[in-house]
């Protein structure tokens, strides 16, 4: 994440970025350049005293707030590199929020003739640039800008996000506009996401594969007295403790910090949210190593109504992002009830299920699926299983509460060994899992069916194998009150 800087009012003495191990931020090149008429171009990091990584955006931004800039395209990249920039954008133009369709077409047409005419302009190749995507919210636009934008030698792809769309949390249509632009440009090239707002929706947008972004929100914030958290905002005339305990906020109450003179209470509190925003970043990387940002997205859900939206939308994509899911992770993933019904992982357990090669005509044994796994190992299955595991006229498969059926050959696989889930017991979810064990069992075309039967569950499975086909044999047998030695007997004895 880039700290948005600007350029004639630094509030952060530079000290604090080295610090606190930030190494990277961007500024604008446009404002630069306005406030410093007449003066040579300089080293862009003497200008802000800062050895790290310097981003600089063209001033495009301010095409959106004024209609226009004094400064031609060509003339604002060769500034960009007379000042020694890292990381450029080229000026391109920026849909906006109210644009309409033909608008934004237009808009998307004239970014790719200014992305040709600076990519003619540029001189050096060792300034990474960024190449906008434009379109705003008409994701087809967006779709026609990063395919056409992606044709193009940019180092750096960029998606604007309309600061309205976050102020009026229209996640969704951010979500549709991230998702088109992923779609179209090269994946091996990064996706920076423009004015990314707030920490706390941090995970939902590197969830759809942005990977840098910039925030000036840490700053905004502060300007109007407000303290940003993970979970959401807080105003500090209302904080009483301080949760975080960051450099600044270990060191100073909410009560000494509102008797401060403004700019030094706005310096304050802009440095704590800036150090939330990386925190929130390291929890992130943290999570993906462990293979558990869709987990930190459902946990973020709870925080705030509208990243229930947020996330309903992204799992409408799951199939799309299912594609870059690991396949296998170091550690199981948690399914919390039915949110967790469409996470990635899920969706690919039920389209490969289908394709696993399957022996039709056996009898099948239904087993519960209880919380220890792999399945099989549960004490009370195991001498079931054990008895039968070597019979070629049967097959075992287990019904369960996160994945539904999980036939034995795929208990020990990757993720259901190590699923940590929680039966809710809603009689809902009971039926609907029935059905996907029933619509199993009916692929396998079995001579008959033992169904180990135990609580709710196994009821709704009964009632689902009864309605199936009439020509299914299902053979009963309830778990509770029969010892497992007992039931595989009587198995075998009807086995044929
Ligand atoms: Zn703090």
New binding site residues.
């Given amino acids: 994440m880039f700290p948005v800087v600007d350029p004639n009012l630094p509030i952060i003495d530079p000290k604090f970025y080295r610090e606190a191990g930030i190494g990277a931020i961007m500024t604008n090149a446009y404002l630069l350049k306005r406030g410093r008429p007449g003066q040579p171009p300089k080293d862009i990091h003497d200008t802000l005293d800062f050895k790290g990584t310097v981003a600089t955006d063209s001033g495009a931004y301010q095409i959106l707030e004024y209609g226009h800039v004094g400064v031609k395209p060509a003339e604002i990249v060769a500034y960009q590199e007379k000042i020694d920039t890292d990381i450029g954008v080229i000026l391109d133009f920026p849909t906006g929020f109210h644009s309409d369709a033909r608008r934004a077409g237009w808009t998307v047409d004239e970014t790719v003739r200014r992305a040709d005419e600076a990519l003619k302009r540029i001189k050096r190749k060792d300034v990474l640039w960024v190449g906008p995507v434009q379109g705003g919210v008409h994701i087809k636009e967006v779709a026609r800008s990063a395919v056409e934008m992606g044709k193009r030698p940019f180092s750096i792809f960029a998606l604007g996000s309309p600061t309205e769309l976050m102020e009026a949390q229209r996640f969704d249509v951010l979500v549709d506009m991230i998702v088109a632009a992923k779609k179209g440009l090269p994946h091996s090239r990064p996706l920076h996401l423009f004015g990314a707002g707030h920490p706390s929706m941090f995970p939902f947008i590197v969830a759809l594969g942005c990977d840098m972004f910039d925030s000036a929100a840490y700053a905004l914030y502060a300007r109007r007295g407000r303290y940003l958290t993970s979970d959401g905002t807080q105003e500090l005339a209302e904080i009483e403790e301080?949760s975080?305990m960051?450099r600044?906020?270990d060191r100073t109450t909410p009560g000494e910090m509102r008797r401060l003179d403004l700019p030094e209470k706005e310096q304050l509190l802009s440095k704590?949210n800036l150090?939330?925003c990386f925190s929130e970043l390291r929890r992130i990387r943290e999570a993906i190593r462990r293979g558990h940002l869709w987990d930190l997205l459902e946990h973020r859900t709870y925080a705030n109504p509208a990243f229930k939206k947020f996330l309903a939308k992204i799992v409408q994509h799951s199939p799309f992002l299912e594609r870059f899911t690991p396949t296998v992770k170091p550690r199981g993933i948690s399914h919390f009830g039915e949110a967790s019904d469409d996470r990635p992982e899920m969706v690919r357990y039920h389209v490969r299920r289908a394709r696993v090669p399957v022996e039709r005509g056996k009898s099948v044994v239904l087993l519960p699926g209880r919380w220890r796994r792999p399945y099989h190992e549960d004490p009370r299955n195991l001498p079931i299983v054990s008895k039968l595991a070597n019979r070629s006229n049967a097959s075992i498969c287990f019904y369960t509460v996160p994945f539904g059926p999980v036939p034995m050959e795929l208990d020990e696989t990757f993720p259901l060994a190590q699923t940590e889930s929680f039966d809710t017991r809603e009689p809902t979810m009971y039926e609907e899992r029935a059905r996907q064990v029933a619509a199993w069992v009916k692929r396998l075309s079995p001579k008959q069916v033992f169904l180990v039967s135990e609580g709710q569950y196994g009821g709704a499975l009964r009632k689902e194998l009864a309605g199936a086909t009439r020509q299914l044999k299902v053979i009963r047998i309830q778990a509770e009150g029969s010892k497992p030695e007992n039931t595989v007997s009587s198995i075998i004895q009807r086995l044929r």
């Fill in positions: 301080f975080c960051c600044i906020c704590h150090l939330a």
